[in-house]
């Protein structure tokens, strides 16, 4: 295998790896989110405006 083929093969792992994560990492503060509005919509609101 060339030499420039092993570089693009390497950038685009990295690239994915990369990506990978940033989709990890979104998927993990969407579920955060997601969380906190389930908390909030369950908290009575009278105990908050008080």
């Known amino acids: ?6 570089q693009i093969k ?4 990295k690239a994915r790896e990369e990506w990978e994560k940033k989709q990890a990492d979104s998927e993990k503060l969407q579920r955060a989110d997601e969380a906190t509005a389930a908390l909030f919509s369950n908290v009575d609101h009278n105990v908050i405006y008080q």
């Open 1 to 6: 295998m060339s030499d420039v083929r092993k």
């Open 10 to 13: 390497s950038m685009n792992q």
